[in-house]
């Protein structure tokens, strides 16, 4: 757990953090045959990593029914984390989504909030094709690495953000010297003159500013 912590802290991208995040659950965690994170929007159910189809078919079924584990760990107030021993016997609580992920071929499920003091980042779910597959010592495995993945997830997300915002920045700059260049202005009218630009045709500042260095030209 130590070393895959370690590692996944140096990930390079969100999407690589991501996938090793759900390769180590299948690795670590017993009785887990696949494993993904998914985030709640609303009503609709984005899987954002999976180890297997099941997993996108099983967030899918969520989302078309409106019911299932996913909707109750969603938010800063859903539940911390869930464990089904046995998917036949949620027919009370979840009706429709119980008999369909049984058909799909889930056993059990087990699922944990990812979640840092400042950001809630969805949820990290483990799925078996046995009922009764996850042991106390799964349950306890699944928090540790939870809890490693949130801290690693969010890093990498500010990380992502953090570069995206410094490549916009060189555009702009960029878009700035070619306005400034062709029509004689300075800095802060060539400035201006992009974001007026923005406003008036509904675009991004940054769309802008990639049209204006491929094109050479607002025209």
Known sequence: MAAMARDLLARDSVDATLERITASATELVEGCDAAGILVVHDAKVETLAATHSLVS???????????????ATRGSQGEPGFRIADLTSE???????????????????MGFRL?????????????SRRPGAFTDDSGRAGVLLASHAAVAFS??????????AIATRHLIGEAMGIVMGSHRLTEEEAFDVLRRYSQANNLKLREVARRVCERGSLS
Do not use: I, K
């Open 91 to 109: 027919g009370q609580r979840w009706p429709a989504f119980a008999r369909q992920a049984r058909q799909l071929g889930v056993g059990s499920m």
């Open 155 to 164: 890093a990498a997300r500010r990380q992502d953000q953090m570069e995206q």
């Open 57 to 71: 078919d099983t967030d899918l079924l969520q989302q078309q029914l409106g019911e299932g584990p996913c909707f």
């Open 115 to 127: 979640f840092t003091e400042d950001e809630d980042l969805g949820a990290l779910n483990f799925y």
